[in-house]
Each structure stands twice: as C-alpha cells, then as structure tokens.
C-alpha cells in the first residue's frame, strides 16, 4: 500500500525528480532522491515555463522563491530571419502574473527545488550513479550498494536505465534529422521579455532573456543529415555555429556574432513508452515520453507528472493501481503534446521563397485581424491545471 509509511526513492535529482519529491512530501510520502552527478552544478540552459506548469509549483508554495529568479514573459514572436520582421506576435499577458509564463535559467529553477527538498529534510544523494536494475526491479545497483524502496521513480531522463528495464530493453531511438546549439550571452540586444523564433529555410533560433534581462538564451536549430553521438551536451566551436547562421541579420543576428561558448547535441525521437511501470519502477518526465524542443513542454510535462505522480500514490491504494492511475490520466496528453512538438519544426523551415513568404504573410494578418486567435490555439496546452485533476 502507497501512503505515509512507504519508502519512495526518486532517480535522477532533475527538474521532474525535484518537483516529485516536493510533491510526494506534500501529500505525505516519505521520499528520497538519488542523483548520479557529484553536485547538482549550474548547466548553461534557460527553460521555459508556461502556466500549466507553474501551477504545480505554485501550490507547492514555492511561487515567491522563484518569481525572485524569473523572467515573466510577455509574448511570443514568430520573426523572419534576415532582417527580424515580425510575423506574428502571441500575447502571453493574458494568462496574467499569479500563473504566467516564466524564462528561468535552469540552475536557478533547480536551486529553488533543491533548497526548498532540504528544507523540508528531503535527502538528496549526489555521486550515486545507478549501474544497472536488479533482482527483477527491486533495486538499483549503485557504488553506494544496493538501492530498493516500495516504490522506485525512474526520473532519469531520456538515456533512463529505469526506461529500459520497463520496456526489456526493447527501445531504439531515431535521429530527427535535426541538430541543436544551445548558448548563453549578455543582452546586449536589449532583447524585451519575449520568446523570439527567427524562421529560415532549414533552421530556425529561439531566444528569451533571462536573470532579470542580463542573460539571453539562445537554441539555434538546423537540419543535418546525419549524427552518431546521443550525448545531449558537446561543446563545440563558436565560429562553427556562427558559419551555419551567417544570413542571420538585425538584432539576432548580432547576438549570434557574439556567441564565445556553445554546445551541440542531436535531437532524437523515442515514442512515449507504450508502459511506463514495471514492478516496483515507474517512469516520469524524459524517461516516459522525451519529447522535441518545439513546444517549450519538456520540463513542463514533467512537473505535471510529478503531481500526477505523487497524488495517485497518496490515495493510499496498492501501488501498482495508482501506476495505472497515474498512467491512464497522463499518457493521452503527454502524447498529443510529443505529436505536436515533432510536427513543429517544419513550420519553422520552410524553404521555398514564395510558400514562406505566403505563410508569413498568413500569419501577419491573422496577428492584426484575430490577436487572440492565435495565443488561444494554445489553450488546450496552458490552461490545464493538474492540481485541479487529482
């Protein structure tokens, strides 16, 4: 039976880990978090957090600690990439301040999570890699020795150990045909709090500011026929980036130039596991259902999962009914949002003339004749408060 007396032990002390352990605490779990990195360091990577998200930490109480990190947004831009003109424009003030939508720099997000699990006697165990699953999903082995719970929670992201013992190993990711540069540099810009997406053939730049406007992040996509390695994070060479965003021009263009660090990664499809619990192991966020860049939802759906989660087993029902549970309820949407993301980029990367000139002309209309149109399709996604569900 799941409830106060039942030990959970969390894998992976990331953003959906974190956020579990909060949430298992407020419904009166007892929880412990293991996490494989020797600290949990600043990682140079902003995120976006839209209302649907911010409502789980809000009722977690932590609304005040991180509102002193954040960026409130007040739109997204849709702009072309050789001079910036504006395309369309989607209002995010409409989801006003006490749910907005945020740009954090991740390790301030983490930090406010971290602080706020040891706060509340949470232990949180860094250099604790997990070797392997054994005796039939009872433990995880670990240099530490043997790691078991009533309830394992695999939050591992998407290279998940936990991921490929519920599927028996049955898993093959695709490359996407994409690649992904991601960097941080002073806005010098200027760059208001807006989420800006610089369309071109083949590739397309997002960036938003960040740290109360002094920092801009930057994820610079483009086509790419081929790429071996699954590592999300490899450094790369500057002038590198810069050469396959020269026709950038105006002001993204010279936040490009001024690029002076920069990792590259390859973005992979994995489908939302067909199951997502095995045994004593469930699966969260980038372990159940990693998703493409493109619809900002990666962290976001995985602090739904965190609530979703920890609610179910706070009913106090036999474990493995609250993993149905909470499956059941998730995996209808985690799916429609990993369809949506991966049917974005192309929007981005038109490269005919005349169909991208249409369609952006398309867009600037309907920006001017039906404003609210546009942020609304968006609805379905931002308006969802999972606290509300369970």
Wanted: overall charge neutral; proline content about 5%; aromatic content about 8%.
């Amino acid at each position: 039976m799941a409830g106060f007396d039942s030990d959970i032990l969390v894998v992976g002390a990331g953003i959906g880990g974190l956020t579990f352990a909060l949430a298992a605490h407020h419904h009166g779990l007892r929880v412990r978090v293991i996490e494989q990195a020797p600290a949990l360091r600043e990682v140079g990577a902003g995120l976006q957090i839209s209302p649907n998200g911010f409502y789980v930490l809000q009722t977690l109480g932590l609304a005040q600690s991180l509102d002193a990190r954040a960026c409130m947004a007040q739109a997204i831009e849709l702009r072309d990439y050789a001079q910036g003109r504006l395309a369309a424009r989607l209002d995010l003030q409409k989801y006003g301040a006490a749910v907005g939508y945020r740009f954090f720099h991740r390790a301030d997000l983490l930090d406010v999570l971290y602080q706020a699990c040891l706060g509340l006697g949470i232990d949180v165990a860094t250099n604790c890699p997990v070797t392997q699953v054994s005796h039939q999903g009872h433990a995880l082995d670990t240099p530490q020795g043997p790691q078991t719970a009533d309830v394992i929670v695999g939050a591992d992201g998407v290279n998940s150990l936990c991921r490929s013992y519920v599927l028996g190993g049955q898993d093959q990711a695709q490359f996407s045909g994409q690649v992904a540069w991601r960097a941080i540099v002073p806005n010098d810009i200027g760059q208001a709090a807006i989420a800006q997406i610089h369309m071109a053939p083949h590739r397309h730049v997002v960036s938003y500011p960040l740290r109360g406007g002094r920092d801009l992040n930057m994820v610079l996509i483009q086509e790419h026929e081929n790429w071996t390695d699954q590592s999300w994070s490899i450094p790369d060479e500057p002038d590198q980036v810069q050469a396959a965003f020269d026709d950038f021009g105006g002001a993204i263009g010279q936040a490009i130039s001024s690029i002076d660090q920069v990792n590259k990664w390859g973005l992979f499809l994995r489908p939302v596991a067909p199951t997502w619990h095995r045994g004593k192991i469930v699966l969260l966020g980038d372990a159940a259902h990693p998703t493409l860049p493109f619809m900002a939802q990666g962290a976001v759906q995985a602090i739904e999962d965190a609530w979703a989660l920890a609610a179910c087993l706070g009913q106090g029902e036999p474990v493995v009914s609250a993993y149905r549970r909470y499956q059941d309820l998730r995996k209808p949407r985690v799916t429609r949002v990993v369809n949506t993301a991966s049917r974005n980029a192309w929007k981005y990367h038109l490269s005919q003339p005349l169909v991208r000139v249409s369609a952006q002309n398309a867009l600037r209309i309907a920006s001017k004749l039906r404003p609210a149109s546009l942020v609304r399709q968006f609805d379905w996604i931002y308006n969802y408060d999972i606290t509300q569900e369970i």
